[in-house]
């Protein structure tokens, strides 16, 4: 079946300008995950849905940084008044549900440069 | 705070060499460890899958083992290949599933 898709995969965009992120999870995966990759920095946790609500979005950097899932299947993360440091590669990933024993499976990414 | 280290950042091998990965994490209270492969400019790639109760985990010539108490894991690749050439990142599992990655191996398996 399909996988987990993200548009766009590239977006580059000016300082200060508002931007939005897509993820499509794998159907009937009712976890979903935003991670951030940036050189010097790995990996970073954002923020995780089960279904439409967020219960933990404790690796959000800044309340430039938001994200909303509706019907339990598609995210979009907004990024407010883009900063350079925000130039990165954002990863989505889904699961089946959240926690024990389930894996995550990651899509291509969207690279963002701000300029 | 978890942490998660790997060792070595980087590892260049002849084709056919077996070889291992290091991953250590501070934290022992974990529910799973993953390993990924990514490619460059690509997403990651799940290779295997550890629950916390388990102590090993093997896919082709893809071996992880997992010590939870002492806080280890490692990646055994028998005999490699040039398709192998990727960074290889292990992540343990949190409470609420989000992934704690360590920074990566890059390996590079020469022809």
């Known amino acids: 079946g399909a996988g987990v898709s993200q548009s766009p995969s590239n977006k580059v965009t000016e300082k200060g300008k508002d931007v939005e992120l897509r993820c499509d999870p794998i159907?009937?995966?009712?976890?979903l995950y935003w991670y951030r990759q940036s050189l010097g920095q790995g990996l970073e946790f954002l923020i995780y849905?089960?279904?439409?609500?967020?219960?933990?979005k404790s690796g959000l950097p800044s309340d430039r940084f938001s994200a909303e899932r509706t019907g339990g299947s598609v995210s979009t993360l907004t990024i407010q008044r883009t900063q350079q440091e925000d130039s990165a590669v954002y990863l989505c990933?889904?699961?089946?549900?959240?926690?024990?024993?389930?894996?995550?499976?990651f899509g291509p990414g969207t690279r963002l440069t701000v300029t | 705070k978890q942490e998660v280290t790997q060792i070595p950042a980087a590892l260049s091998v002849p084709e056919g060499e077996n070889l291992v990965l290091n991953c250590s994490f501070t934290?022992?209270?974990?529910?799973?460890l993953q390993w990924f492969r990514q490619d460059p400019g690509k997403g990651l790639t799940s290779l295997l899958l550890?629950?916390?109760?388990?102590r090993e985990q093997t896919s082709g010539r893809l071996n992880a083992s997992l010590d939870k108490s002492s806080g280890r894991s490692t990646l055994y690749i028998a005999a490699s290949q040039p398709g192998d050439s990727a960074t290889y990142l292990c992540?343990?599992?949190?409470?609420?599933?989000?992934?704690?990655f360590g920074q990566g191996t890059t390996l590079q398996v020469k022809p």
């Open positions: 990933a889904s699961s089946y549900a959240q926690g024990l024993g389930y894996e995550q499976y």
């Open positions: 159907s009937g995966h009712t976890a």
């Open positions: 849905f089960q279904g439409n609500s967020a219960p933990d």
């Open positions: 934290d022992s209270a974990i529910y799973n």
């Open positions: 550890i629950q916390s109760s388990q």
């Open positions: 992540a343990v599992t949190g409470n609420t599933g989000k992934l704690i």
